[in-house]
Structures are given as structure tokens and as C-alpha cells.
T-cell receptor, first 113, second 115 residues
Framework: GAGVSQSPRYKVTKRGQDVALRCDPISGHVSLYWYRQALGQGPEFLTYFNYEAQQDKSGLPNDRFSAERPEGSISTLTIQRTEQRDSAMYRC???????????FGDGTRLSIL | AQKITQTQPGMFVQEKEAVTLDCTYDTSDPSYGLFWYKQPSSGEMIFLIYQGSYDQQNATEGRYSLNFQKARKSANLVISASQLGDSAMYFCAMREDFGNEKLTFGTGTRLTIIP
């Protein structure tokens, strides 16, 4: 597709469940980023990949959060044992290479009941 | 200290007027990039414009220009001839080149264009 695609667009789940959020970057983009955006705030960095290598995961809040990009294209952000405080918009972005402008997907709105 | 500061939570501007959205930044890296993104009420994050710290000229993209004042550490977005469709949240962001490639965002400015 032309842009960054994220699925699902909306996810509602009960506290304690695991969730997996998917990101399909722009074709050919080497770098892929995950951010989390609270309502009324700017996005906050979670982690990023160059190809399949996770370069930085310093923004992941705790060990319940993990991400992978096994073939250097699609990425999955997984949250285990979800908590209400995990509710937010999760955004994925990709860039042609590191240092190029990042292009964002429309996000996954995650709500934990 | 905040790395990106946007001091205008909200702005109202008459249609067809120019508008300046303020952004100041804080970094000790000699090499960095500054970005502006637009977020309409529909929620997308739309890349608008980029300025590299070593760029000699201010960046321009159509009606958008970036007023880059390196000594003052400011990177204000200027929108000329504003349109109703410019109503949105605008975020300034910085990438510091040494260390990692993450973007650090400001808190945003909500711009409303009045007909």
C-alpha cells in the first residue's frame, strides 16, 4: 500500500489479556518506529528497528511490552497482561532509512477495560 | 528540561492570514533534525516539513516554511494564507543524531482557522 498500515484500528480488551498490534510499513522503508500517544499529548517513543534489528527499546515502559520485526518488514508490538494504564493510541511510523522523515500510520486505539 | 517546548496551547487565526506556531528546542548534539507534523481531528499524523541543523537555508514546502534560528534554538512553523483545512493540532519534533533516531515531540498547538 501507499502508506503505513496498522491493524486493528481499534482494540478493546479486558485487563490481563495479551494484545498484539500489527504494523505494515511503506514498502522499501528500512526503519520502523513504535510510539504511544496519550490523549492531548504528542507521541512518545517506544522502540525502533533498522531492517529486522531492534536498535533501541529504551522507551518500552516495562517488560510486558515487546516488539519484533522478524523479516525486516511487518512488525508486531505485543503487550502482555494488559493494564488499564496501557490504554492509548499506538502509532507506527516508517522511514526510508534512519534520519529520513518518519511517516505515521493511523494508529491503533487500545482500550483496556 | 523539556527538549521541545511549544508555548501556545491554542491559537485562533482569521482565514487567509499568516500564522506562526512557536517551537523551541534544547539539545547539546551538534547534529539534529527538526520536524513539524499536522494532526487533524481525524487523527492522522501528517509530515509537513523538515529542517536539518546544518542546513543553510530555511526549509519551505508550499505554504509551509520553517523559521530556523539556530542561536535561539527555535524552529517556528509559518503557514501563509491560512485555510479552513489548516485547523488541526500541530506538533514540533526533534531527532538528535547521536544515539538513536527517535523523535521527541512537543505538547502541540491546536490551531483553529476562523472563516
Amino acid at each position: 500500500g501507499a502508506g503505513v498500515s496498522q491493524s486493528p484500528r481499534y482494540k478493546v480488551t479486558k485487563r490481563g489479556q495479551d494484545v498484539a498490534l500489527r504494523c505494515d510499513p511503506i514498502s522499501g522503508h528500512v526503519s520502523l518506529y513504535w510510539y504511544r500517544q496519550a490523549l492531548g499529548q504528542g507521541p512518545e517513543f517506544l522502540t525502533y528497528f533498522n531492517y529486522e534489528a531492534q536498535q533501541d527499546k529504551s522507551g518500552l515502559p516495562n517488560d510486558r511490552f515487546s516488539a519484533e520485526r522478524p523479516e525486516g518488514s511487518i512488525s508486531t508490538l505485543t503487550i502482555q497482561r494488559t493494564e488499564q494504564r496501557d490504554s492509548a493510541m499506538y502509532r507506527c511510523a516508517s522511514s526510508l532509512r534512519a534520519a529520513e522523515p518518519q511517516h505515521f500510520g493511523d494508529g491503533t486505539r487500545l482500550s483496556i477495560l | 528540561a523539556q527538549k521541545i517546548t511549544q508555548t501556545q496551547p491554542g491559537m485562533f487565526v482569521q482565514e487567509k492570514e499568516a500564522v506562526t506556531l512557536d517551537c523551541t528546542y534544547d539539545t547539546s548534539d551538534p547534529s539534529y533534525g527538526l520536524f513539524w507534523y499536522k494532526q487533524p481531528s481525524s487523527g492522522e499524523m501528517i509530515f509537513l516539513i523538515y529542517q536539518g541543523s546544518y542546513d543553510q537555508q530555511n526549509a519551505t514546502e508550499g505554504r509551509y516554511s520553517l523559521n530556523f534560528q539556530k542561536a535561539r534554538k527555535s524552529a517556528n512553523l509559518v503557514i501563509s494564507a491560512s485555510q479552513l483545512g489548516d485547523s488541526a493540532m500541530y506538533f514540533c519534533a526533534m531527532r538528535e543524531d547521536f544515539g538513536n533516531e527517535k523523535l521527541t515531540f512537543g505538547t502541540g498547538t491546536r490551531l483553529t482557522i476562523i472563516p
